[in-house]
């Protein structure tokens, strides 16, 4: 069972360069999330998919886009990277529910912006 | 949006003995779901108990439980019969209809557990 699968798990950016963050779940989940973590905090919601072709902003999601052409991928695309979104990145989804399903977590990825 | 606090930063507890981790939110909505998440240095996010709003009795999950007063907004994680592997980062979380269901974090607490 593969669960939500995010690639790559480590990388490094410079800064201005750009990159897309790849998030899959073999789950058939209606719902997926992009979460931010910086160091010592809490995870913060930087975009959110209730279905393939919805999206909407979360928290955070000033220099962030995303899309979700299929039920199973939801790509997030970093535009011009900039120190402050060094981060650890985590994807999640969940079935289409009230919310008392708990979220399936990715393994994160490590973004560093040098 | 409603904000999670997670009053304390570190706890720490010895192998065999119990320990409760704090947290409050601050809601108008009367129906939410709050969950205690599990974060080793693996930074896995590893689900330790939920609880439904609507629900008067604490959920339990073998070692873990909580103590959810909804007046008070808290709602606190009771780890009994600590062992080292319990030592990690635990995160409170709020979720409801807001942002899809997404999950609200509080700034998490680092448990220490000793021998």
């Known amino acids: 069972n593969a669960g939500v699968t995010q690639t790559p798990k480590f990388r490094i950016l410079k800064i201005g360069q750009s990159m897309t963050l790849q998030c899959t779940q073999d789950?058939?989940?209606?719902?997926m999330y992009w979460y931010r973590q910086d160091p010592g905090m809490g995870l913060k919601l930087i975009y959110y998919?209730?279905?393939?072709?919805?999206?909407d902003k979360g928290e955070v999601p000033n220099g962030y886009n995303v899309s979700r052409s299929t039920t199973e991928d939801f790509p997030l695309r970093l535009e011009l990277a900039a120190p402050s979104q060094t981060s650890v990145y985590f994807c999640?989804?969940?079935?289409?529910?009230?919310?008392?399903?708990?979220?399936?977590f990715g393994d994160g990825t490590r973004l560093s912006i040098l | 949006a409603q904000t999670v606090t997670q009053s304390q930063p570190e706890m720490s507890v010895q192998e065999a003995e119990t320990v409760t981790l704090s947290c409050t939110y601050d809601?108008?909505?009367?129906?939410?779901?709050l969950f205690w998440y599990k974060q080793p240095p693996s930074r896995q996010m590893i689900l330790v108990i939920r609880?439904?709003?609507?629900?008067?009795q604490n959920a339990t999950e073998n070692r873990f439980s909580v103590n959810f007063q909804k007046a008070a907004k808290s709602f606190s994680l009771k780890i009994s019969d600590s062992q080292l592997g319990d030592a990690a980062m635990y995160f409170c979380?709020?979720?409801?209809?807001?942002?899809?269901?997404?999950?609200?974090f509080g700034k998490g607490t680092s448990l220490l557990v000793t021998p």
């Open positions: 999640a989804s969940s079935s289409r529910d009230r919310g008392n399903q708990p979220q399936h």
């Open positions: 979380a709020y979720r409801s209809a807001e942002s899809g269901y997404a999950l609200n």
């Open positions: 789950m058939n989940h209606n719902y």
């Open positions: 998919s209730v279905g393939a072709g919805i999206t």
């Open positions: 809601t108008s909505e009367s129906d939410y779901y």
């Open positions: 609880q439904e709003a609507y629900k008067q």
